[in-house]
T-cell receptor, first 116, second 110 residues
Framework: AQTVTQSQPEMSVQEAETVTLSCTYD???????LFWYKQPPSRQMILVIR??????QNATENRFSVNFQKAAKSFSLKISDSQLGDTAMYFC?????????????FGKGTKLSVIP | KAGVTQTPRYLIKTRGQQVTLSCSPI?????VSWYQQTPGQGLQFLFE???????NKGNFPGRFSGRQFSNSRSEMNVSTLELGDSALYLC?????????FGPGTRLTVL
C-alpha cells in the first residue's frame, strides 16, 4: 500500500514571497504519478500540477513548480510570488498507474495562509 | 466545458436513514471516483466506476455503494446512516490520469 506524508500541517508566507510545501511518499512501485491539489475555503478541489515518475524533468505551471526526487521519494511544491488567492489547503496525492484504477492516495494536507 | 457537478450540495439526515448523492462528470469523461473527506481521516477513496463497472473499492463498509449509468453519471448511496458518516463527499471525473473534482456534497447526520 502507498502512503503520502505531508509533515507541515500549517504554513504562512508573505505576499510576493516564495514558499515550499513538503511531501514524501512510500511505494514499491516504479510507475506512478504525483499531484498537488489546492482546496480553497470554498471547497472546490483544483489540480495544481502533476508529475510523471518516469520523467526526470520537474513539472512547472506558471508560478508553481515541483522538486521531484524519485530516489528520496520526495515531491515538494514551490509557489513563487505568492498571492492572496493562494490561501488554501494543499494536498499531495499519489496514483499508481499500473493498478487499472484511478485511485488517488492523499496526504493529510498543508494549510497555507498568504499574509498581505 | 462544464465542470463536475454534484447534487445536492448540502444534506441533513438522521441516524438510520439512507441517502443518495449524485455526480455528473465532465462531458466525455468515463471514470468517476468518490472520496470521503473528514477532518480526522482526511481524504479517503470510496470507489471508482468506469463504463458502468466498479473498478476499485476502498475500505468502507457495505453500507456504502454506488453505480454508474450509461451516460457516465454516477450515484453513491449510504444506507443506515451513522453519525460518523458526516463528511464532505467529493466526486471526481477523469479522462486520463488527472482527476477533476466537483464542489462536493456536505452530509450532516444528526
Amino acid at each position: 500500500a502507498q502512503t503520502v506524508t505531508q509533515s507541515q500541517p500549517e504554513m504562512s508566507v508573505q505576499e510576493a514571497e516564495t514558499v515550499t510545501l513538503s511531501c514524501t511518499y512510500d511505494t514499491s512501485e516504479n510507475n506512478y504519478y504525483l499531484f498537488w491539489y489546492k482546496q480553497p475555503p470554498s471547497r472546490q478541489m483544483i489540480l495544481v500540477i502533476r508529475q510523471e515518475a518516469y520523467k526526470q524533468q520537474n513539472a512547472t505551471e506558471n508560478r508553481f513548480s515541483v522538486n521531484f526526487q524519485k530516489a528520496a521519494k520526495s515531491f515538494s511544491l514551490k509557489i513563487s510570488d505568492s498571492q492572496l488567492g493562494d490561501t488554501a489547503m494543499y494536498f499531495c496525492a499519489f496514483l499508481f498507474s499500473g493498478a487499472g484504477s484511478y485511485q488517488l492516495t492523499f496526504g493529510k494536507g498543508t494549510k497555507l495562509s498568504v499574509i498581505p | 466545458k462544464a465542470g463536475v457537478t454534484q447534487t445536492p450540495r448540502y444534506l441533513i439526515k438522521t441516524r438510520g436513514q439512507q441517502v443518495t448523492l449524485s455526480c455528473s462528470p465532465i462531458s466525455g469523461h468515463r471514470s468517476v471516483s468518490w472520496y470521503q473527506q473528514t477532518p480526522g481521516q482526511g481524504l479517503q477513496f470510496l470507489f471508482e466506476y468506469f463504463s458502468e463497472t466498479q473498478r476499485n473499492k476502498g475500505n468502507f463498509p457495505g453500507r456504502f455503494s454506488g453505480r454508474q449509468f450509461s451516460n457516465s453519471r454516477s450515484e453513491m448511496n449510504v444506507s443506515t446512516l451513522e453519525l460518523g458518516d458526516s463528511a464532505l463527499y467529493l466526486c471526481a471525473s477523469s479522462l486520463g490520469l488527472a482527476q477533476f473534482f466537483g464542489p462536493g456534497t456536505r452530509l450532516t447526520v444528526l
